[in-house]
């Protein structure tokens, strides 16, 4: 399988003497300012006529990531001779980053959404989210 050639490519660089920091694939990009300042930089970059398509690429590819994801469940639950509606699933950790509890732009959220129009129940664990409703707005302890 190709992704686990990704962990091994992550332990290989982890073993550089230095300057080594560890970047692990997600669902997505979140936050408020790493999915938005790069496509400013694009923006301004067009009012002096420069290009700045692999920003523009590395966005789509972020923003479909999300859709990659539940398409992924809906392929691993139809192997096991389920559907995605009806299923009962839980996410494990809705904030954008590790041990925060930044969901703002999180793509678990845009996860937790599609899966519920495509008819699962969907849960979720998230220690540092507490709470989350499921209207778009937050509430964290």
């Known amino acids: 399988m190709v992704t686990s050639h990704i962990w091994e490519v992550i332990d290989a660089a982890s073993t550089k003497p230095f300057g080594f920091q560890p970047f692990y694939p997600g669902p997505g990009l979140g936050g408020h300012c790493i999915p938005i300042d790069p496509f400013y930089l694009s923006w301004k970059a067009k009012e002096f006529d420069f290009r700045t398509r692999f920003i523009e ?78 209207d778009g707005s937050t509430t964290c302890s």
């Open 57 to 134: 690429l590395a966005g789509e590819v972020n923003l479909q990531m999300p859709y990659h994801v539940v398409d992924s469940v809906g392929k691993a639950l139809n192997e096991r001779q389920k559907a995605v509606n009806g299923s009962r699933l839980l996410v494990l950790g809705v904030a954008y980053k590790k041990d925060i509890d930044d969901l703002r732009e999180s793509p678990s959220l845009t996860i937790i959404e599609l899966l519920q129009k495509q008819g699962a129940e969907v849960s979720y664990n998230d220690p540092t989210s507490p709470s989350w409703i499921a």
